[in-house]
């Protein structure tokens, strides 16, 4: 079975850096592009950031130059760097395999982002 385990959230002051991690497992991981997405409150979900099998990264505008996400295939782990932040990225912040097509997801890990 596909898991995908997120990690690494928290509550954290405004300027603060986190570093999520998403374990894999179940499939290829270095075949697949992976993202990071995130959903707060009353509103839908927003694809952060995401990174194809060879390592072109794209980002949102609202965490362009702040946020980076990165994977490591010899651990079969998906990161993202989150510094910076700001309380608008409160949110839950999963995983999810692919691109366009985000339904294979994991559970999420709470980001709180608050003086």
């Known amino acids: 079975d596909v898991q995908l385990q997120a990690s690494g959230g928290g509550l954290v002051q405004p300027g603060g850096s986190l570093r999520l991690s998403c374990a894999a497992s179940?499939?290829?991981?270095?075949?697949?592009?992976m993202s990071w997405v995130r959903q707060a409150p009353g509103k839908g979900p927003e694809r952060v950031s995401s990174?194809?099998?060879?390592?072109?990264?794209t980002y949102a505008n609202s965490v362009k130059g702040r946020f980076t996400i990165s994977r490591d295939s010899a651990k079969n782990t998906l990161y993202l760097q989150m510094n910076n932040l700001k309380p608008e990225d409160t949110a839950l912040y999963y995983c999810?395999?692919?691109?366009?097509?985000?339904?294979?997801r994991g559970q999420g890990t709470q980001v709180t982002v608050s003086s």
């Open positions: 999810a395999r692919g691109i366009i097509d985000l339904s294979v």
């Open positions: 179940g499939f290829a991981f270095s075949s697949y592009p």
């Open positions: 990174i194809n099998s060879g390592g072109i990264t």
